[in-house]
């Protein structure tokens, strides 16, 4: 049964309304009209015998939850890995129902890698699929579901086969985001890349550790995901994933190989240029050190002169000489400047 706009009953009272962001009743892939609590939905769908509910909720804590989830039927495990979220990408079945957890990314804007405290940032999807339902929980502000609802609203042949095809679109915007993220990350890996090798170049190991945790942020939300896919492609999840499904979620899978082998291309990438960053820091270190020595062995010339004569012995024959203080001056002078133009002839200064 719709609710009018503005109407309500227990169901909308206990989720409000930034918690449910859309809730839609489809049947034979054309969404009914009006405004549906996820209650009054799945009794709409079940009173039919055909078609399917969406609900859609954002970032919903324990008691907006409860309802939606004693109304579908969902496990207390998922619904309790969903509302605290922070959990790898993963697919769990549950008797009818598949629980599944996708890791959203986005690229965040800035002028340099090797400058920027923050590169990948990330957001969490889980999906809740069953027979006659499918329920999307989002936490992050960058995941939003509305223009996907938009465009699947816009095929009608394809939502009439079934709450499936909603999940392989999501699965399939969501790794197609991490296509877009490599692709700008490649940017990023080409910029340090040429940072480390230019000539005097000032990257320091801490840029480069961070450009490498912003990798391990990308690697930790598309490595899990292979496994769940497979399975849904393979067939592991029963009726709730039609053949005709299957095929698509298999060239979701390609893709994700494809960001996985290019994310596993950074990662070792990323080794062997802090291996070469340690490496020039290892080597400045050492020539900041000659240059030290060198300047050191030059002033130890008149240091060790005007030490000797500094002890003022009474005993000592250039004392009393003439030409004595400029000769000793001389001398001094001239040492310091062979020295140094042996140490400059070495590259030592």
């Keep these: 049964m719709a609710i009018p706009a503005g109407g309500g009953s227990d169901m909308a009272a206990a989720t409000t309304p930034d918690a449910v962001v859309a809730c839609g009743v489809y049947v034979d892939g054309v969404r009914l009209p009006g405004d549906w609590t996820p209650g009054d939905a799945v009794a709409e769908v079940r009173t039919r015998g055909v078609g399917f509910v969406w609900v859609g909720l954002y970032a919903p804590d324990e008691d907006r939850i409860r309802d939606v989830a004693e ?24 008797e009818d129902n598949l629980f599944m957890v996708f890791k959203t990314l986005r690229y ?174 290892s080597l400045q270190q050492n020539n900041d050190m000659r240059r030290i020595s060198a300047w050191v062995a030059i002033i130890a010339v008149p240091t060790m002169v005007f030490g000797t004569y500094g002890m003022n012995f009474d005993q000592m024959p250039e004392l009393r000489w003439k030409y004595g203080y400029p000769l000793i001056l001389s001398i001094t002078l001239a040492a310091c400047l062979v020295l140094y133009r042996l140490f400059k002839r070495n590259r030592w200064l």
């Design 71 to 94: 109304a579908f039927g969902l496990h207390e495990l998922a619904v309790e890995d969903a509302v605290h979220a922070h959990q790898r990408p993963k697919l769990e079945r549950y």
């Design 108 to 281: 965040v804007e800035h002028e340099s890698p090797t400058t920027a405290n923050e590169i990948v940032e990330s957001g969490e999807l889980e999906v809740f699929l069953g027979r006659d339902y499918v329920v999307t929980v989002r936490h992050g502000n960058h995941s939003a579901l509305g223009n996907l609802r938009t465009e699947l609203e816009a095929q009608p042949e394809r939502l009439a086969t079934g709450p499936a095809v909603v999940l392989h679109a999501i699965a399939d915007r969501v790794v197609d985001g991490y296509l877009d993220v490599v692709e700008a990350f490649q940017g990023d890996i080409d910029l340090v890349e040429a940072a480390v090798f230019a000539p005097r170049s000032e990257i320091g190991i801490e840029q480069m550790y961070l450009v490498k945790r912003e990798l391990m942020e990308l690697r930790r939300a598309v490595m899990p995901l292979a496994g769940p896919l497979r399975k849904l492609s393979e067939g592991h999840c029963g009726p709730l994933i039609p053949e005709t499904v299957r095929s698509y979620f298999r060239d979701v899978d390609d893709h994700l190989t494809t960001v996985t082998e290019r994310v596993t291309g950074f990662d070792e990438l990323l080794t062997t240029l802090i291996d070469a960053t340690l490496a020039k820091v």
